[in-house]
């Protein structure tokens, strides 16, 4: 009964390796997010999609391709992995849509730790 | 360009004080603000939310204020716990649902 769940919990992987990352909400919300929080604990969003439309897109490297199959996943498609995209990647939803709502609340899960040697 | 500042950056208390965590941000057209609550190796826990119309916000031993003109927003926490330590995040939500999260305030509250 996990609202907002990802897997894999930890990734570790070879520097040029393709990987993806998976997030399943079964709140029913309409939007799901990606953030990164870097190594010094900043965390700062990716993108969000709303019904599986792409929404928010924040000066994320072409490398990072995120995929709605359909409102309840959300997953996260990383190709030619760099040192630099180590980092915990939490992903979020939301019951609203993209005009946001002024009590909408955004639920977080428990973040995927990816590490790149 | 949202920016959000926390201060302090980090807070170690004796159990039973209360305290008062800071939260600056520099674009007041939100539709919201909310604080989260993410210990070590966790995830993030909303606290708080407060809506662009209101200037306070209360669940048990929080209390959030608002002032919206003045881009600052302040959690109050009463009668610290040392369940209470972990790192406290303020973010303004804007256009598209977008949150923008500050620095944090690592808090340790001490037996």
């Known amino acids: 009964d996990t609202a907002v769940s990802q897997t894999p919990k930890y990734l570790v992987t070879q520097m040029g390796n393709d990987k993806s990352i998976k997030c399943e909400q079964n709140l029913g919300h309409d939007t799901m997010y990606w953030y990164k929080q870097d190594s010094k604990k900043f965390l700062k969003i990716m993108f969000s999609?709303?019904?599986?439309?792409?929404?928010i897109n924040e000066t994320v490297p072409n490398r990072f391709s995120p995929k709605s199959p359909d409102k309840a996943h959300l997953n996260l498609h990383i190709n030619s992995l760099e040192l630099g995209d180590s980092a915990v990647y939490f992903c979020a939803s939301s019951p609203s849509g993209t005009s946001g709502g002024s009590t909408d609340t955004q639920y977080f899960g428990p973040g995927t730790r990816l590490t790149v040697l | 360009k949202q920016e959000v500042t926390q201060i302090p950056a980090a807070l170690s208390v004796p159990e039973g004080e209360n305290l008062v965590l800071n939260c600056s941000f520099t674009d007041s057209a939100i539709y919201n603000l909310q604080w989260f609550r993410q210990d070590p190796g966790k995830g993030l826990t909303s606290l708080l939310l407060i809506q662009s119309s209101q200037r306070e916000q209360t669940s048990g031993r929080l209390n959030a204020s608002l002032d919206k003109s003045s881009g600052r927003s302040t959690l109050y926490i009463a009668a610290s716990q040392p369940g209470d330590s972990a790192t406290y995040l303020c973010a303004p939500t804007g256009g598209g649902n977008k949150l923008t999260f500050g620095t944090g305030t690592q808090l340790k509250v001490e037996l």
């Open positions: 999609y709303n019904n599986k439309e792409l929404i």
